[in-house]
T-cell receptor, first 115, second 114 residues
């Protein structure tokens, strides 16, 4: 059974703190993604990675960075958390290529509150 | 610019009736479309998809219709059940990105009343 896990379900951080969100998948998927979900805005792509050490910016990368040192793990880093980064963060993974046609598998999400 | 739009933030239907969720897109490079369902405190789960070479795909109570000329797709749920109450996201992908990257709509909150 496909599984994507995220290190925390809830996090409370202070403005200016460095925040790490971890995601692990056990499906040997090439692609991994980080989204944020905000009311009325849907899921917006922050960064994605199609291979180890490879990354591409999504639609809203500002204020974020990512790291993918191993195939199964994709980390999202908030270098200096700000209140406008309060959100639900969702990690996803998928196979590479047209055969997979974009079907992504999501983790349960991390709700981050920045005070 | 919002390339995938779901114009109805919410929809309420009675149990047993049909639910119709709508989605519009602007990017003509999109050639594969998906619907995801999301319960509170859970990640989205894949529901059904359709390729641009088709105009209809059916899976049990769920049917997706695609109108390429209008750049419009819809998800029909018949009959609707209370357990279908969730947020539904429409998503699209383009062959040029190897189909990997998805663009999501804003979501529609469906409530099915017993």
């Amino acid at each position: 059974d496909v599984k994507v896990t995220q290190s925390s379900r809830y996090l409370v951080k202070r403005t200016g703190e460095k925040v790490f969100l971890e995601c692990v998948q056990d499906m040997d998927h090439e692609n991994m993604f980080w989204y944020r979900q905000d009311p009325g805005l849907g899921l917006r792509l922050i960064y994605f990675s199609y291979d180890v050490k490879m990354k591409e910016k999504g639609d809203i990368p500002e204020g974020y960075s990512v790291s993918r040192e191993k195939k199964e793990r994709f980390s999202l880093i908030l270098e200096s958390a700000s209140t406008n980064q309060t959100s639900m963060y969702l990690c996803a993974s998928s196979l590479w290529g047209l055969a997979a046609r974009g079907t992504q598998y999501f983790g349960p999400g991390t709700r981050l509150l920045v005070l | 610019d919002q390339q995938v739009k779901q114009n109805s933030p919410s929809l309420s239907v009675q149990e047993g009736r049909i639910s119709i969720l709508n989605c519009d897109y602007t990017n003509s490079m999109f050639d594969y479309f998906l619907w995801y369902k999301k319960y509170p405190a859970e990640g989205p789960t894949f529901l059904i998809s359709i390729s641009s070479i088709k105009d209809k795909n059916e899976d049990g109570r769920f049917t997706v219709f695609l109108n390429k000329s209008a750049k419009h797709l819809s998800l029909h749920i018949v009959p609707s059940q209370p357990g279908d109450s969730a947020v539904y996201f429409c998503a699209a992908s383009a062959r040029e990105t190897s189909g990997s990257r998805l663009t999501f709509g804003e979501g529609t909150q469906l409530t099915v009343n017993p």
